[in-house]
Nanobody, 124 residues
């Protein structure tokens, strides 16, 4: 069984930065890892994903150039570095893990395991 625990959310002003962490327990070294976010009244939205084999990372167009994703040396922690945050980045951010499949990494159904989420609020 895989468990994911996010941390690092908070209340920041536009232009600020935050780094989210996701600690995974269980066998995730062969899973793809993803970050999603959900704003009130909206569907869960893809943010970024990382492949375990070659380390390829993809981003949503809305965060490209501002967000980076990485994996810790121990392999059980992934990070989402968020720079130049804007009010539209507000939402609950979720970490997700799932086996490699043909389902697009940009869709929630590609992931089998989810964390509880961490709130990010960007406001002046």
């Amino acid at each position: 069984q895989v468990q994911l625990v996010e941390s690092g959310g908070g209340f920041v002003q536009p232009g600020d930065s935050l780094r989210l962490s996701c600690v995974a327990s269980g066998r995730t070294f062969r899973h793809k890892m993803g970050w999603f976010r959900q704003a009130p009244g909206k569907e869960r939205e893809f943010v970024s994903a990382l492949w375990p084999d070659n380390g390829t990372i993809v981003f949503a167009d809305s965060v490209k150039g501002r967000f980076t994703m990485s994996r810790g040396d121990a392999g059980n922690t992934i990070y989402l570095q968020m720079n130049s945050l804007q009010p539209e980045d507000t939402g609950v951010y979720y970490c997700a893990a799932g086996p490699i499949s043909t389902v697009s990494v940009r869709t929630p159904r590609a992931y089998s395991y989810w964390g509880q989420g961490t709130q990010v609020t960007v406001s002046s």
